[in-house]
Structure formats: structure tokens, C-alpha cells
């Protein structure tokens, strides 16, 4: 009897393509790695907590427009904008949004579509991202200790940082 095909739901579908991306860049895991499923929770409820205004929206949402559930009171920087046929400088661009002195071996955590959280140096973040499709929904960059976030937002082909106060 043969196997019937069973398509996996999108959510595992974005994952999968970040692993092949992993394999196909030849990207070192001890760089960039999925966050250990256990710490899930508690990182995707640290950066919801920071950010967003979780009186107004008590479900713990991170994923696909997030941004839409920031706080009002915080900061950012203005807008850098994507033609989509520009994915190449705009990932590029990252490294005008953080912050201070780059540390090339600080880690950083970045939420993808369907909520899937991965970690690594920024080096190893912006090759995943390149090769990303540029048609992917919100992601969000931020150092582990949410002291900013970086959102892109698919729908306005844009990224910004975020801070508190």
C-alpha cells in the first residue's frame, strides 16, 4: 500500500527552508542554531514583554505582525526601505540599526515566520536572511538582552529599531 503525501503545515515549511539554507551556505551551527526548544517560551515571552503592550494584548503573540502590538512609548529609528529587487543592501543595512560597538561574536536571537527562534552571530544571521526568500513575512533581531529589536515588516517592505524609553 502506498504512502499517501502529507504536506507539512507552513509553519514547518519556513523551518524547513532555514535548515537547507543552513546546509546549503554551509553556515557553522555553533553560529547559528535554533534556540534550544525548551528556552522557547521564555525567550518569545521576554521580547513580547518588552516591547509590546500586553495590557492591551495579553496573548503572547510572536510571529507575524508582532510590530502591530508594540508599545507607544517606544523609540525608533526611522525606516529603511526595501524594492525587494535590493534584498542584498537592505539585509546589509542591519548593521546601521544596532547599536553601539559590534561585537563580531555577540550573539543575537531572530524570530522568523511561524515563530521559529534561532540564534547566532550577526555574520551568520544576515547569510540565513539572504537567502531567505525576500517574500518572507516579519522577522525580528534583537541581543539577549532585549534592550532593542529590529522588525522587518513584509507588508511595508521596511525595518526599523525599536528601544524602550
Avoid at 66 to 86: A, E, G, V, Y
Avoid at 135 to 144: C, N, Q, V
Wanted: glycine share 4%.
Amino acid at each position: 500500500m502506498k504512502k499517501q503525501a502529507t504536506s507539512k503545515p507552513l509553519r514547518y515549511e519556513l523551518r524547513d527552508e532555514i535548515e537547507d539554507i543552513i546546509k546549503e551556505v554551509n553556515i557553522d551551527r555553533t553560529e547559528f542554531h535554533e534556540t534550544a526548544k525548551n528556552m522557547y517560551e521564555k525567550v518569545q515571552r521576554n521580547v513580547y514583554y518588552a516591547f509590546c503592550d500586553y495590557k492591551k494584548y495579553p496573548a503572547v503573540q510572536v510571529d507575524t505582525y508582532m510590530w502591530t502590538r508594540f508599545r507607544k512609548d517606544l523609540k525608533s529609528t526611522d525606516l529603511i526601505i526595501t524594492r525587494w529587487d535590493d534584498w542584498d543592501d537592505y539585509i546589509g543595512k542591519l548593521d546601521t540599526l544596532i547599536p553601539g560597538k559590534k561585537n563580531p561574536m555577540a550573539f543575537y536571537y531572530l524570530v522568523v515566520d511561524g515563530g521559529w527562534v534561532y540564534e547566532g552571530t550577526l555574520t551568520a544571521i544576515k547569510k540565513v536572511l539572504l537567502e531567505y526568500p525576500c517574500s518572507m513575512a516579519d522577522f525580528y533581531l534583537f541581543p539577549k538582552d532585549y534592550s532593542w529589536l529590529i522588525t522587518h515588516c513584509e507588508d511595508g517592505a521596511s525595518m526599523c529599531r525599536v528601544w524602550k524609553y
